[in-house]
């Protein structure tokens, strides 16, 4: 992939989120949205707007500093703008702070289109397949001590934004209004949508697992409701699932019938939704070899005591699997709800009020209670959250927002993507104004998580200043079953930022003492 082809995804990227010429939104209708994407999308959005920026016009004004925001203010500053984030919250990362129930993985969502890597490779700010709580502290040691000094931090909340050609103003709730040259809405999501007064809690607060109620109702068949069918099967173990999947299929005929499964799914979606009329029936056929129902079925919980319970996806879509989601949670789906360890249960139908209390109508036209203790122990409602940009920009910016995302859908295509070092990072390390003792700090952190997502014990590693120059690869030594597991599940080579860490002999003798770089 060539300059001009990396320029050509920024450029779809800046087209899909621009609301006019001092006024940009990280756009929330472009799909394949997680942690990982909204920071390479904030860094192709950095790489075009810098460049438009005027001398003596580079007062830069971030809204949001969730993993979106912080990638762009870390982004304009490294570029030597001046930037202010203003967040609403307190507490940095509130809503992932208690959210050690969930494992983040940087791009399994995008197989088959993407192979799976449990490690980031952006300029700064990367991070390791984790739980969420220890990511979000990762990203806020290196924003700590690589940018907290460079980057104004306001706490307020933003009530409105005005702009015109000249530039923005922004009033806040409690302090004086703000002038930039330039702002960037990276406002995220609100608070998840519920269903009437039934008590289901946000998908990052701790008590949001299903562990051992015996009956659980799911309604929605996006990313969440499937994590959440799956999580009482397999615990933290969901993500780790995944990726053991992802790679036993990557070299099966398996992963070409889904591209197609998927690219026929796309062409048929129903106009104004994530769901298709394609009800990808593949899905409920599929088998897989052996060894690897046996590697899926050993990440799960006892066979007895998972078959005692009453797992209930309840779905409005087409099917559980002709909606947008994840191809590698549908096949995990679809394993534990058609293969030899039948856990799950999906009812077409919804959920509606009736007779003051909250039923489940199924489309056959059944109809029963949900509320606990009804039918069911726990009832997990995943119908997605509003953006909160809405609250800034008027509905025909917000309408324009969604038209862009799908014209510029090339925007939310991440496929080639981490072969992107976009061009202002080409001198590496330099350039972005990290020293390198947060980078190698950071660098020891990533190592820490995958070694501990994947039990592997690193006997030796080295890290050298020269890696960041030169490129030269980061060693590591591993005991001889853990290589075999780790060559398994093709963890290595991984590309961290701008390193690249391998399995190998370490010399020790290359070990030198840290020469941060002022
Ligand atoms: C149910 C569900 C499951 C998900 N699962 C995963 C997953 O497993 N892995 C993954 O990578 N991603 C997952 N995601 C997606 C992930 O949460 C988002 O992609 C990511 O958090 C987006 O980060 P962000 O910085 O864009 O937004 P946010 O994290 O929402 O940050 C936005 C920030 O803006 C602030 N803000 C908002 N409005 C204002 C205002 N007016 N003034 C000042 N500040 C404001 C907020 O307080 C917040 O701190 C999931 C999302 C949902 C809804």
């Known amino acids: 992939m060539g300059d001009d082809e990396h320029d050509k995804i920024a450029w779809e990227v800046y087209c899909a989120c621009r609301v006019s010429d001092t006024l940009y939104a990280l756009n929330p209708f472009l799909t394949q949205q997680n942690f990982y994407s909204q920071q ?11 460049r438009k920026l005027a001398p003596g016009k580079r007062n830069v004004c971030i809204v949001g500093a969730g993993i979106a925001g912080r990638t762009l203010a870390a982004g304009f500053a490294s570029l030597g703008a001046s930037v202010r984030l203003i967040e609403a919250r307190r507490t940095p990362f509130e809503r992932y702070r208690n959210a050690a129930h969930r494992e983040l993985h940087p791009n399994i969502i995008f197989w088959p289109a993407q192979h799976p890597t449990p490690a980031t490779a952006l300029p700064f700010l990367n991070w390791a397949q984790a739980t969420a709580d220890e990511v979000v502290e990762d990203i806020q040691k290196e924003w700590a001590s690589g940018f907290a000094n460079k980057v104004s931090l306001i706490h307020d909340q933003v009530t409105a934004v005005h702009h015109d050609a000249a530039g923005i103003t922004m009033d806040l709730k409690n302090g004086e209004p703000i002038e930039a040259d330039l702002a960037v809405l990276a406002t995220g999501f609100k608070a998840e949508r519920g269903f009437g007064t039934l008590d289901s809690p946000s998908y990052w607060s701790p008590n949001a697992v299903a562990d051992e109620s015996r009956a659980i109702l799911v309604s929605g068949s996006g990313d969440g409701g499937l994590i959440d ?18 790679v036993a299929l990557s070299d099966s005929p398996l992963k070409e019938d889904v591209e197609k499964v998927e690219a026929e799914r796309t062409s048929k979606m129903i106009a104004g939704t994530r769901d298709s009329e394609d009800p990808c029936d593949f899905y409920r056929r599929v088998q897989f070899a052996q060894e690897t129902q046996d590697r899926l079925s050993s990440l799960a919980g006892s066979d007895e005591h998972l078959s005692s319970r009453k797992i209930t996806l309840l779905y409005q879509s087409v099917s559980p699997y002709s909606f947008t989601a994840a191809p590698i949670n549908k096949l995990l789906l679809a394993y534990f709800s058609n293969g030899p360890r039948k856990y799950v249960k999906s009812v077409k139908g919804e959920l509606r009020n009736g007779a003051g209390r909250h039923m489940m109508a199924s489309e056959d036209g059944d109809s029963e209670p949900v509320d606990p203790p009804s039918s069911f122990d726990r009832v997990i409602v995943r119908h997605g959250a509003e953006p909160a940009a809405a609250d ?9 927002l969604k038209v862009k995302a799908v014209e510029h859908s090339a925007a939310a295509d991440v496929k080639d993507y981490d072969k992107t070092i976009f061009r202002w990072t080409k001198d590496g390390m330099r350039k972005s104004g990290v020293r390198l003792e947060v980078m190698t700090r950071a660098i020891h952190r990533t190592l820490n998580h995958v070694a501990s997502a994947y039990d592997l014990i690193i006997l030796n590693s080295i890290i050298v200043d020269e890696c960041f120059t030169n490129g030269r690869p980061i060693k590591i030594q591993l005991g001889a079953d853990d290589r075999k597991k780790a060559e398994q599940l093709r963890l290595f080579p991984l590309r961290m930022g701008p390193t690249t860490v391998r399995i190998g002999s370490v010399n020790i003798h290359r070990n030198r003492p840290l020469d941060d770089e002022a």
Not at 238 to 243: D, E, L, S, Y
Not at 392 to 400: C, G, I, K, P, Q
């Open 40 to 50: 390479l999308r904030a860094l192709a959005l950095v790489a075009v707007l810098a």
């Open 392 to 400: 800034l920009l008027t509905r025909a910016e917000l309408a324009s």
């Open 229 to 246: 069918v799956l999580s009482p099967i397999l615990g933290t173990r969901v993500t780790r699932a995944a990726h053991m999947l992802a």
